[in-house]
C-alpha cells in the first residue's frame, strides 16, 4: 500500500515542481525587464527634461509588480500538464490579479488627471486629500465588483451581510467616521480651504495645508505642522483671514507730542504710508492709506494708520518696513514721537 501511495504522490509532485520552476524564474525575469525599462524611463526623461517619466513610474510601479506575477504563472501553466481543475483556479488567480492591478493604474491615472484639472481650471472643488482618497476609493471599489464578478459572487447578500453588521462597525470605528464627515463637511461648506490662514479660537493659527479623511494640517508661521481632527476642526471658532477674500486690513498705533503740527504729522505719515504700499512686496500698491486721530492720551495724542497688504502673512514685513521708513522720515521732519517717562 505504501509503495502505491508514494508512486502516486511522486509523479504529482513532479507535475507541479516544474511549472513551479518555470514561473519562478519566468517572475524572476519579467522583475529584471522592469528594472531596466523603469531605468531606461528615468534616463530618458533626464536625457530630455521630460517630467512624464516621474508620473509614468510612479502610475506602474505598484501595478507592474503585479503584472510580473501574473505573467509568469501564465507561463508557468502554459508549459505545464495540471489537470483541468488546477488550471481554473490559476486562471482565475491571474485574472484577479490583472484586475486589481488595472484597477490601481486607473484610480491612480484618474487622481492625477483630476488633480490636474482642479488646478487649471476654476472649478470649486478644492485639492483636497480627502477629495482625491474618494475619488479614488470609488474606482477601486468598482473594480473589487468586477473581481466579485469573475468570482461568481453575488454582490446581494454581500451589501445585506454588510448591512447587518453596518451597526456594529459604525459603534467601533465611531471616532474615525466623525472625522471622516467632518472632513467632507468641512471640503463642501469651502468655509476653510487649503492655502487659507486661519486661527483657532484655542489660539493655533497657519496655512491650511491639506484636509485628509481623519485630519486637517495647518502649518504655523514657524513652520511646524499642527495636526487638528476635522471633528475639531468643524466645531471650533474659526477666523478665516483670506475670506471674503486675501487682502487685509493693517492697522499700526502711533502717537503724537501735543505740542506738535497734526496737520504736518498726517501729511508726512500718508506720504510714508503710500510709499511702503509700492515699494514692498506684499503691499497693494492702489490702497489709499489713511491716518485717523481717535485719543487724547496723558502723554501724547494717539492715532491710527490703516495699511493693507494682499494676504496675512505679508503683514509683517510691511509693518516691519512701515516703522523703519516714519522712523526715519521723521527725524528728518522734525517731529518727535512722545516717550512716557517713568517718575
Known sequence: MI?????????????????????????????????????????????????????IVSLLRAPSIYWCLAIGLYIGIEL?????????????????????????????????????????????????????????????IAGMLVI????????????????VGGLAVALALKDTLSNL??????????????????????????????????????????????????????AATITNYDLPDREVFVAVQISAAYEGDLEKIEKVTLEVAKKIMHEIPGGVPGYEPSVRFHTFGDFSILFSVALKVKEFGAQYLVRHEFIKALHRRYTEEGITIPVKTVG
Not at 511549472?19 to 536625457?47: C, D, E, N, Y
Open 3 to 55: 509503495p502505491i501511495i508514494m508512486f502516486t504522490i511522486k509523479p504529482s509532485l513532479n507535475i507541479l515542481l516544474f511549472p513551479a520552476a518555470v514561473s519562478a524564474v519566468a517572475i524572476i525575469v519579467m522583475f529584471v525587464l522592469r528594472g531596466v525599462v523603469f531605468t531606461f524611463l528615468h534616463r530618458w526623461g533626464q536625457k530630455w527634461e521630460i517630467k512624464m517619466d516621474g508620473l
Open 80 to 140: 505545464s500538464d495540471l489537470p483541468r481543475k488546477y488550471m481554473f483556479y490559476v486562471d482565475r488567480a491571474i485574472y484577479i490579479i490583472l484586475i486589481f492591478s488595472i484597477t490601481l493604474v486607473l484610480a491612480n491615472l484618474s487622481v492625477k488627471v483630476f488633480e490636474s484639472y482642479v488646478q487649471k481650471s476654476n472649478i470649486t472643488i478644492p485639492a483636497t486629500g480627502i477629495v482625491f482618497g474618494v475619488f479614488k476609493g470609488i474606482i477601486i
Open 148 to 163: 466579485f464578478n469573475v468570482l461568481g459572487i453575488s454582490i446581494t447578500p454581500l451589501i445585506t451581510a454588510l448591512g
Open 181 to 234: 464627515f467632518a472632513g467632507l463637511h468641512i471640503v463642501a461648506s469651502k468655509e476653510v480651504r487649503p492655502g487659507d490662514y486661519i486661527k483657532f479660537d484655542s489660539g493655533e493659527e497657519g496655512t491650511i495645508k491639506d484636509i485628509t479623511w481623519r485630519s486637517t494640517t495647518v502649518m504655523s508661521s514657524t513652520n511646524n505642522a499642527i495636526i487638528i481632527p476635522n471633528a475639531k476642526v468643524v
